[in-house]
């Protein structure tokens, strides 16, 4: 992994996540998501779930019994200065992940285009609000390194204007709006294809970070 | 499913969230989620990943096979008036929940007790600051319920306090502070076991549902 890249001295498009591999890790995190989706979507009724909750849990046993210990795990996660492969937003090693591929503009904004299904479901139809938050949170700090302030969220205000659907396309944006000493100002929105604000977000951030594991 | 309990008449500790149950789906669902982590935790570098891809894209396969159409399957999820089984907090059926249980208090608060793991890491070894906003989005829309004045989230503003850990024992909290006609403002925090604030959040939710799909 290298550095963060940053608008200044980036081309616009520049990819700010992890880019798509085709590692075996990756296929198998594709996969597993299909698998979120599938669960809620087949029939409840039908005679072979609880051969399917067999055969994940064998799958589950096998990849447990090659797991290193979780404090090692940590630190090969962590390594390098790089965008992360394992976060719950962007990451191709995480499935809770839609994943999002966030681009960095040339004006200073970043944005990431989305369809989100049933495993992101709030209200009948929508996506649940606070996945709206999750996705926001995320982006805006995506925001902040390509802007070149990296820091860890204070505060988070979300403002819901309407719904927003699932089996749409969406786009999240964000930006840095202003740098006072260690604070960072990020808003942020998503908006369907026609360009409805459905969620807006103004946050606040400081320029501190956990240590990284070794 | 039945209508929503209320701290008017329902004991002290009412479980608000779908029953733990046995049925095969709930099974199939809780050994995925233990294939999320370990496909987190486990050995990059084992040379059987590229099988499990295979597996689980066969798995997958199979249930979409026998998936019901979208339309239909909403239908379903949203009959009857009680909680859901199928929402990324709480629900028994959606990979995506840790799941929360969460019971509702005769002090008219609700709580959820749960510890979270890799899936859910921000920060080094912390949990993802959208995470708690989502895991608070959901458990205040629950406290709501539980007052009787079920709402859409208007705003949520939420505060990090101090990083969130990962692998402890941590307390979601909410209640309902004031009703003003259709604004109902709610607020909630994370604590860990031995008490100390990692996130609050202070929210207006406004008295509209949307339509149960039929």
């Known amino acids: 992994?290298?550095?963060?890249?940053?608008?200044n001295g980036s081309r616009d498009g520049t990819v700010l996540t992890s880019p798509p591999a085709d590692a075996p890790i990756d296929r198998a995190t594709a996969q597993a998501r299909r698998l979120v989706e599938a669960l809620l979507r087949t029939d409840r009724t039908r005679g072979d779930l609880a051969a399917v909750a067999d055969e994940l849990g064998r799958i589950a046993d096998q990849l447990e019994a090659h797991a290193p210990d979780v404090s090692?795990?940590?630190?090969?996660?962590?390594?390098?200065?790089?965008?992360?492969?394992?976060?719950?937003?962007?990451?191709?090693?995480?499935?809770?992940?839609?994943?999002?591929?966030?681009?960095?503009?040339?004006?200073?904004?970043?944005?990431?285009?989305?369809?989100?299904?049933?495993?992101?479901?709030?209200?009948?139809?929508?996506?649940?609000?606070?996945?709206?938050?999750?996705?926001?949170?995320?982006?805006?700090?995506?925001?902040?390194?390509?802007?070149?302030?990296?820091?860890?969220?204070?505060?988070?205000?979300?403002?819901?204007?309407?719904?927003?659907?699932?089996?749409?396309?969406?786009?999240v944006r964000a930006r840095v709006e202003e740098v006072d000493g260690r604070k960072i100002r990020t808003t942020g929105e998503i908006t369907t294809a026609n360009g409805d604000a459905c969620v807006t977000v103004d946050a606040l951030f400081v320029t501190a970070m956990l240590p990284r594991p070794r």
Chains 1, 2 share one sequence.
């Open 1 to 7: 992994m290298t550095a963060h890249p940053t608008a």
């Open 72 to 171: 090692d795990r940590l630190i090969d996660m962590w390594q390098g200065e790089g965008v992360t492969r394992h976060d719950p937003v962007t990451g191709p090693e995480n499935v809770l992940a839609p994943p999002l591929v966030i681009h960095g503009r040339a004006d200073g904004s970043v944005d990431a285009t989305v369809t989100l299904g049933l495993p992101y479901q709030g209200p009948p139809g929508h996506v649940h609000g606070g996945v709206s938050a999750l996705l926001l949170d995320h982006v805006l700090g995506v925001a902040n390194a390509w802007a070149g302030h990296s820091g860890m969220t204070a505060q988070l205000s979300v403002r819901y204007r309407r719904p927003t659907p699932l089996f749409e396309s969406l786009t």
